[in-house]
């Protein structure tokens, strides 16, 4: 049978169409599956970038001052001596006189640490010495002070006891006493009454009061185990 030349060009054209709209329908699913990689890549990047942002401390590195979230953050080590029996003195610097007669051993030193609350305009009250009255209380600017325990974050309240229970939220304050820390080598930089000694402690017990506190051992891991302590200037 003889096929006129217009029908193999019509057949021509339609072939061409069908391929024409197959390539077309490739490029638009491959351009979908491009952004949705694209999509996810950014999802990937953002939950990526961050985890890797988060710092960590540890004994080669063993604090930082986050300037943007005015906090600091530092390694301390557990002293299971004082999981039972009491004691005045929060924290102190683990190489200084009281390092071993605190809850917590700081890596930090006293002058970092105090440096680094100066940084955040927080001001000292310095009103105390060894001849204050027993019961004076310590002036300052407010702190919070946090703990974190594998990961968990705790107010530092729910890792001790006070006479027996854990206490309210304490009134801590940046009380100062570089000199007179330095001078006595004592490296407390946390303690649970008003001392003249401390940079920071807790205005709710004046001074001469105590010893006080204990580590709460349901909370607080076991003797020569880290955590991290958080401070950071307290609201209102």
């Known amino acids: 049978m003889k096929v ?19 390539g077309n329908s490739k490029k638009e699913n491959a351009a979908s599956s491009s952004a949705k990689a694209s999509s996810s890549q950014v999802v990937k ?16 590195d063993p604090f930082y001052i986050d ?21 005045i003195h929060g924290i102190s610097y683990k190489d200084a006189n009281n390092g071993t007669k605190s809850i917590l051993a700081s890596y930090m030193p006293v002058k970092d640490y105090y440096n680094a609350l ?13 001849d204050s009255e027993k019961g004076s209380l310590i002036e300052g600017d407010k702190l919070k002070v946090n703990v974190i325990i594998d990961g968990k974050e705790y107010p530092i309240e729910k ?10 939220p304490l009134d801590f304050r940046f009380g100062g006493n570089l000199e007179t820390n330095e001078k006595s080598n004592a490296g407390c930089l946390l303690c649970y009454n ?8 807790a205005r709710d017990y004046g001074y001469k009061e105590g010893p ?5 051992s349901s909370v607080l891991p076991a003797d020569g185990k880290f955590v991290e302590v958080v401070v950071s200037p307290a609201e209102g």
């Open 4 to 22: 006129s030349k217009g029908v193999f060009t019509l057949v021509a054209l339609a072939s061409i169409g069908i391929l024409a709209a197959c």
């Open 45 to 60: 990047s953002s939950t990526t970038s961050s985890s890797s942002a988060a710092k960590k401390v540890s004994e080669k």
């Open 67 to 87: 300037k943007e979230k005015k906090e600091i953050h530092f390694l301390a080590r557990v002293n299971g001596t004082y999981l039972t029996e009491k004691t």
């Open 118 to 130: 100066e940084s955040f305009s927080l001001k000292p009250g310095n009103n105390l010495t060894k």
């Open 159 to 168: 890792t001790v006891k006070i006479n027996g229970e854990n206490p309210a």
């Open 194 to 201: 008003s001392c003249p000694t401390g940079v920071s402690s």
């Open 212 to 216: 006080i506190a204990n580590g709460d």
